[in-house]
């Protein structure tokens, strides 16, 4: 299999694997699980951003972790074609068994390990590149927010001595800023910035999106350490404050974006 770096073919394995992912879908439904495939650009721009530190022709070791159903481990096998990759989840149960089935469509082959991200199962500086895209959200879920610290620490724990940390997710440059403060093992920043995500969806699209979020997020609440006493009232909650996000968005801006500014930080290990 040819697989190039180019944007142009990268898109177009993107648009492939998405008709795919949600064939025989109602329209709104589609529009929301599709962008689970590129994340609006947001896939393309990182991975593009990793290919200029790390070598697509070298046999590198690639770790991703909160890999989920492997949407940005796909990526990551396309821009990396002669890399060994490992996807690491909590678990595989549905809805993350989709991974062997999407990393295929995809034609990309990679180890699966299912763990913890506080306690990788994984021995030191051992991989040319980590990355961890949109998994530290739901670990603040699964762990607490006061295990970030640790889990980032975990995470530069396996990179390769000039290997690479690569952390996305919707923080703000300040929350990175304090979880990064805190890290014993010496690195260089080599990138912190932002994307918009290609995300504009009507209110119609955004309840259906809200219905189906809240539910995600009330199961990973439930798997927690502390989990809801009463999941009805739990996800009324959840939903409460979404739509709040929903309404207000539809004011200022005219359209829902859920996942707001993604933000990458690009560590290189010393
Ligand atoms: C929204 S997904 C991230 C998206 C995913 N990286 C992708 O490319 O599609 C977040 C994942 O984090 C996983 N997760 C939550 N807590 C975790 C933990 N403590 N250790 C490892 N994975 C965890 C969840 O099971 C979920 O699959």
């Excluded at 149960?93 to 999407?102: C, E, W």
């Amino acid at each position: 299999m040819r697989i190039s770096s180019d944007e142009e073919n990268i898109v177009q394995k993107e648009n492939k694997l998405r008709a795919w992912f949600t064939q025989g879908l109602p329209e709104n439904d589609r529009i929301i699980d599709g962008f689970d495939i590129g994340w609006g650009g947001t896939a393309r721009w990182a991975t593009s951003l990793l290919v200029e530190h790390l070598d697509p022709h070298r046999n590198l070791t690639i770790l991703d972790v909160a890999c989920g159903y492997g949407t940005f481990l796909v990526e990551l096998g396309w821009r990396f074609p002669q890399a060994e990759l490992i996807g690491l989840n909590l678990d595989f149960d549905p809805p993350h068994n989709r991974i062997a089935s999407l990393l295929s469509q995809g034609e990309v082959k990679a180890h699966l390990i299912s763990a913890d991200a506080l306690r990788l199962p994984l021995i030191s500086m051992k991989f040319d590149c980590v990355s961890c895209f949109l998994g530290l959200q739901d670990i603040i879920i699964t762990r607490g927010k006061e295990s970030l610290v640790a889990v980032v620490s975990e995470l530069l724990r396996t990179v390769s001595h000039h290997g690479f940390l690569a952390l996305l997710d919707n923080f703000s440059r300040e929350s990175f800023e304090n979880i990064l403060s805190q890290q014993n093992l010496e690195y260089d920043l080599v990138f912190h910035d932002s994307f918009k995500p290609n995300c504009q969806w009507s209110r119609e699209v955004g309840f259906k999106a809200v219905e189906m979020y809240a539910q995600g997020y009330l199961q990973q609440q439930l798997d927690s350490k502390n989990p809801p006493d009463d999941s009805n009232k739990a996800l009324t909650e959840i939903q409460k404050k979404m739509l709040r996000e929903l309404e207000n968005q539809l004011e200022s801006q005219g359209y829902y974006n859920p996942w707001g500014i993604m933000r990458l930080v690009l560590l290189q290990r010393l």
